[in-house]
């Protein structure tokens, strides 16, 4: 006690000091967090603002890499999917070139005693296709003019003009057109001639027919040897209808035609010249007695 009495002043000077060192302190403190407070609050935002945008950029250019990825990926199918079609394209020709030469084969089987040689379609008329066409073969091949020319079906035409390297065939479906036939189940005989209306069908007329013949609706008709050019029993079609003539003394009817004129694409001529045949074998005058 007497400690304190007698260094009284001394005890409140560094007392004071000390408060006041205190409050100093804890000011400063208080000053700087809250300034830290005020500078985090403005901050904050701006850093939370320039996080997103980065993120939303690099976000941007992922979806640029992936795009230009999937841009290539796309690029790169569409061009397998090209081939891809192109290839079924050619599988396609192949198999139709394979049908036309197996139809063709079975066409040159069924009547093995003509001699036959293969041709391609190469010019046609366009607007229409009833009309006369070029084949690729001609004089240097043997063929002549009135060769008969066959097709996947039965009878197509004959050429009506001969050149050295093609030949130009008249269809059977062409309005000019006339063929000697005949029923193949009673042999009945007829005409069976082009049609301009029929022919956008495939149809074609058998004229002449005897009103007393037994033709049925279905009745293959083949070609006969009236003419001197066709070779008989080739195939010519399938009667679909059958009418009487407005005199009525004889019957037509409508034939469905073997051949597919608007797919036509290879043909087979035949490597002889009938008529000539025929007109070999017609009897000579024998010498008078």
């Given at each position: 006690m007497d400690f304190l009495n007698t260094h009284k002043k001394a005890v409140f000077i560094s007392a004071s000091v000390l408060l006041i060192a205190a409050a100093i302190i804890t000011y400063g403190y208080k000053r700087s967090t809250f300034i830290n407070n005020a500078v985090g609050y403005v901050v904050a935002p701006i850093q939370e603002l320039a996080t997103n945008i980065d993120r939303w950029f690099s976000e941007k250019i992922g979806s640029i890499?992936?795009?230009?990825?999937?841009?290539?990926?796309n690029k790169a199918l569409l061009e397998e999917n090209q081939k891809l079609k192109l290839q079924l394209g050619r599988l396609d020709m192949l198999e139709k070139d394979n049908e036309n030469l197996r139809g063709l084969l079975d066409l040159s089987a069924k009547y093995p005693e003509l001699s036959v040689i293969g041709a391609d379609i190469i010019a046609r008329?366009?607007?229409n296709w009833s009309k006369s066409f070029n084949i690729?073969?001609?004089?240097?091949?043997?063929?002549?003019e009135n060769m008969v020319i066959l097709a996947d079906g039965g009878l197509c035409g004959k050429i009506t003009k001969?050149?050295?390297n093609y030949s130009q065939v008249i269809p059977l479906i062409d309005d000019t057109s006339s063929v000697g036939?005949?029923?193949k189940r009673t042999g009945d005989s007829g005409f069976v001639k082009g049609d301009l209306k029929l022919s956008e069908m495939g149809y074609c007329r058998m004229e002449n027919i005897d009103l007393d013949a037994e033709i049925l609706i279905n009745d293959e008709i083949v070609t006969s040897s009236l003419g001197g050019i066709y070779p008989p029993g080739i195939t010519i079609g399938f009667v679909t209808e059958i009418h009487t003539d407005v005199g009525?003394?004889?019957?037509y009817a409508l034939i469905k035609l073997a051949v597919d004129f608007k797919h036509l694409e290879t043909v087979l001529v035949v490597n002889e010249n009938f008529e000539r045949e025929f007109l070999d074998t017609t009897p000579?005058?024998?010498p008078e007695n």
């Open positions: 890499k992936d795009f230009d990825s999937l841009e290539d990926s008329d366009s607007n690729n073969k001609g004089t240097q091949d043997g063929l002549k001969a050149g050295y036939a005949q029923i009525g003394l004889n019957k000579s005058e024998g």
